[in-house]
């Protein structure tokens, strides 16, 4: 059987926490992907979902100093899950993309939708 655990996404950065761990970086960014569609009566919708990306800096993510909010961004990664215990006692899932490249968008025209 193959496995696959994929994740592409382009969208716009609404925040980034960088963190270090010895010689290693790290980001956590807040990307922000939007689907648009028309509803039934014709009207122009946009759907925002909003992902955890985490970045580690290296052979294939460079840069992340030039990550700020309001860049536009192409992720590839993969889905990661972790189960924790909130402060309050509750169990939670927090679902994460796991980058392995990050590219910034220059062009803005790759990152328009068709209606």
């Known amino acids: 059987m193959e496995q696959l655990n994929k994740v592409e996404l382009k969208g716009i950065v609404g925040n ?4 270090t761990f010895d010689e290693s970086r790290m980001a956590r960014i807040g990307l922000a992907t939007n689907y648009a569609y028309k509803d039934r009566e014709g009207v122009a919708v946009i759907d925002t ?3 955890n990306v985490i970045a580690w800096e290296g052979r294939n993510i460079q840069s992340l ?3 700020g909010k309001g860049t536009k961004l192409h992720v ?3 889905i990661r899950y972790q189960n924790y215990t909130g402060v309050d006692g509750v169990d939670r899932t927090s679902t994460d993309i796991v980058a392995s ?3 910034i968008i220059e062009d803005p ?3 328009s939708y068709e209606m």
């Open 109 to 111: 025209s790759l990152m």
């Open 65 to 67: 100093d030039k990550i």
């Open 16 to 19: 980034v926490r960088m963190q």
């Open 101 to 103: 490249q990050i590219k």
């Open 49 to 51: 979902s909003w992902h």
């Open 76 to 78: 590839l990664g993969r």
